[in-house]
């Protein structure tokens, strides 16, 4: 049974920072491109942010990129996405993706990913 469970998802402020995590279970993340992607409602699911398998780089989307850091707890099968200065139009579900290939070089598909998490929700507002 292949299972992604995302959790941190929360109330913030705007400026504030959250980190979401993406525990994998019945998968090696290690060996996968791994990415988050948000839906606000009535949007269509955006990609944020990926990692590419193994020994693969990070790509940001240009709306997050100085603010998100996403990174790999290996040992703990888990991978992370620390959020700071956050805004309001962070607000969204957010959810991990997981893909067997080489992905996550230039961009974030949604097409390109295979086991997805529930989702978390992560508000920003004041």
């Known amino acids: 049974q292949v299972q992604l469970v995302e959790s941190g998802g929360g109330l913030v402020q705007p400026g504030g920072s959250l980190s979401l995590s993406c525990a994998g279970s019945g998968l090696t993340l290690y060996y996968y491109s791994v990415a988050w992607f948000r839906q606000a409602p009535g949007k269509e699911r955006e990609g944020v942010s990926c990692v590419g398998r193994r020994w693969g780089g990070a790509f940001y989307k240009d709306s997050v990129k100085g603010r998100f850091t996403i990174s790999r707890d290996n040992a703990k099968n888990t991978v992370y996405l620390q959020m700071d200065s956050l805004r309001p139009e962070d607000t969204a579900v957010y959810y991990c993706?997981?893909?067997?290939?080489?992905?996550?070089?230039?961009?974030?598909?949604?097409?390109?990913?295979?086991?997805w998490g529930q989702g978390t929700q992560v508000t920003v507002s004041s």
């Open positions: 993706a997981a893909a067997w290939g080489n992905y996550c070089e230039d961009d974030v598909r949604r097409t390109d990913y295979d086991d």
